[in-house]
């Protein structure tokens, strides 16, 4: 019995066995030269030319206070980005789940369209027809109820918040679809009860939807969090790091690095420790994710 199992479970590694050597290739293969070029001093437009130089580019990097400061304003990016992409996500899809809401699929059509659309094309958008100076519909909503008229992609103070809610904009569908999915598995008898208990609508959003959409929540913002922290074009296509470096996030640094000062030494060092973070926070999600359907079972 034991042998016959374990037939079964070699002859099911046989088979995955062609797909993980095709992912070990596709995706170990540029880590490892990337890591490799991290270790060298290597420009753009000279590979042939690679001096090596240890973790000396990491050093430098970590020295650096455009680096510091690139790493605090992803940081803050990504924390936005999941601030309110999670907390709309959880809003629209408990408002899409009332029995009261008609055309519910035309309603779900509607919000699934800015996470359809490039985020190139959504940047653009958003820079010409929200939060251009004149012609903005955001200010031109200020200006009819006499307000001011700012530059919100062209001032340090706004324009990090600016693309921040753009790109949550966009991120904001996903959060909503998963979220939706996952009320439609909580028991009606659960809402009843608290009808009867006296439970207005937010009133069974916090006591009983939240808790029931926690693991959710974790699987949500993990995946907006690996999004948001690579995030480039949106950014690129609203303000291309500026003004300044006010949006210059780390895969903009990296850009810059690479192709404006052709140091792809620097660019990959800085490539890497985005992969580094960004697998040490996956690791503790996941962890914390398995401990929460283990708590929940």
């Known amino acids: 019995m034991a042998a016959s199992r374990r037939d079964k479970f070699t002859r099911g590694w046989w088979f995955i066995l062609p797909g993980l050597i095709l992912m070990a290739a596709i995706v170990g293969t540029p880590l490892f030269m990337g890591f490799r070029y991290s270790l060298h001093d290597v420009f753009l437009y000279s590979f042939h030319t690679q001096n090596f130089v240890g973790l000396e580019n990491y050093r430098r990097a970590f020295a650096d206070p455009l680096y510091v400061n690139s790493l605090r304003i992803t940081a803050i990016f990504t924390i936005g980005c999941v601030i309110i992409s999670v907390g709309m996500g959880i809003l629209i899809a408990f408002l899409l789940n009332a029995r009261q809401v008609k055309f519910r699929a035309m309603w779900m059509a509607l919000f699934l369209i800015p996470f359809v659309m490039t985020p190139v094309v959504g940047g653009i958008a958003w820079r010409f027809f929200i939060w251009q100076q004149e012609v903005g519909v955001l200010n031109q909503v200020l200006t009819f109820f006499g307000g001011p008229a700012p530059y919100w992609l062209l001032d340090r103070?706004?324009?990090l918040w600016a693309t921040i809610i753009t790109n949550s904009w966009h991120l904001i569908p996903l959060a909503t679809l998963v979220f939706y999915a996952a009320l439609t598995t909580i028991p009606d008898e659960l809402h009843e009860a608290g009808r009867v208990d006296g439970a207005g609508p937010f009133q069974s959003l916090w006591y009983i939807v939240l808790p029931m959409l926690r693991p959710h929540i974790l699987?949500?913002?993990?995946?907006?969090?690996?999004?948001?922290?690579?995030e480039f074009d949106m950014i690129w296509a609203l303000t291309g790091g500026g003004p300044g470096r006010s949006t210059t996030v780390l895969s903009i640094f990296a850009y810059n690095r690479g192709i404006a000062n052709q140091d792809m030494g620097m660019a990959n060092t800085i490539a890497f420790t985005m992969f580094i973070i960004m697998a040490v926070v996956a690791w503790l999600y996941i962890t914390l994710y398995?401990?929460?359907l283990g708590d929940k079972a």
Not at 219 to 227: D, G, W
């Open 157 to 159: 103070e706004t324009a």
């Open 219 to 230: 699987f949500v913002s993990i995946i907006i969090i690996t999004s948001a922290f690579r």
């Open 290 to 292: 398995r401990k929460t």
